[in-house]
């Protein structure tokens, strides 16, 4: 395997996801009330997964349009099961999504850190923002999750996993806030604001939670009779309290108005 992996992209088990993903669908509540939508707005979801808090923005813009976008064919064919004719439901890897000015606001969560360039990302999302349109965004930052991904890294370098594991590939991009900031004014957006924020979780299933939302690269690149031991190999090695150390990169910009 070779060259980074994009992992918004690969085909996550959409079914699993959705049964574990109250921490995300609690973090989209708070993310949504940031942009104090008026009710009749265009909005992007970029990085729907499996339309939970797509549903969410839905009941928000009643008036206004909602435009769900994710990189996983299985995440995709679940949303738009869920979300019927409620929303446009797009397959679509995010950096090369073409919407131009479409957007009076675009809104993320738990989906940038999947991203490797974010350079290029914030430069698609100038684009598919009409003059005076916001993104709310928040994603993995900075020694997000450290003690865990330190527990699967000891775990990828031994014995049998490490002749697969050690040459894996970057696949998630825990950026800083000042960085950020930086390439969000690069690409043309003004009143950035991005702070990091430590919330601890603890799932309520734990080994089926690392296994459906924090392993997949790994289970992927691994040969199918090894993944059930690699994760849990993680599982115990990760220790009795099961806490994901979470820390959030709150985002929050907006396209300048025109003229």
């Known amino acids: 395997m070779a060259g980074p992996l994009n992992e918004g992209t690969r085909d996550w088990d959409a079914g699993s996801y959705d049964r574990l993903s109250e921490p995300q669908l609690a973090r989209g509540r708070a993310l949504l009330e940031r942009l104090e939508l008026g009710g009749d707005e265009t909005v992007i979801d970029a990085g729907c997964g499996s339309g939970r808090v797509t549903s969410l923005i839905m009941g928000a813009v009643p008036a206004g349009k909602v435009i769900a976008v994710d990189g996983s064919a299985g995440m995709v064919e679940y949303a738009r099961e869920r979300l019927g004719a409620g929303a446009e439901v797009i397959h679509s890897d995010l950096l090369e999504l073409e919407l131009d000015g479409v957007a009076d606001a675009v809104f993320s969560n738990a989906t940038f850190h999947w991203i490797l360039d974010h350079e290029r990302l914030f430069a698609r999302i100038a684009s598919w923002l009409r003059p005076g349109g916001r993104l709310e965004a928040q994603c993995g930052g900075t020694d997000n999750m450290a003690r865990f991904y330190g527990v ?16 894996l590939p970057a696949s998630r991009n825990f950026a800083g806030a000042g960085e950020t900031e930086d390439l969000l004014e690069r690409a043309g957006l003004v009143d950035v604001r991005c702070w990091l924020e430590s919330s601890p979780r603890y799932p309520p299933e734990p080994r089926a939670h690392i296994e459906s939302v924090c392993l997949g690269v790994h289970l992927e690149a691994l040969p199918e009779g090894q993944r059930d031991a690699f994760v849990r190999d ?8 099961h806490v994901l150390d979470y820390v959030g990169l709150n985002i929050s910009a907006r396209k300048p108005p025109a003229g």
Do not use: C, K, M
């Open 152 to 167: 699967v890294d000891r775990i990828a370098a031994r014995e049998p996993y490490v002749a697969t594991l050690g040459q």
């Open 234 to 241: 993680v599982h115990e090695a990760w220790g009795p309290d």
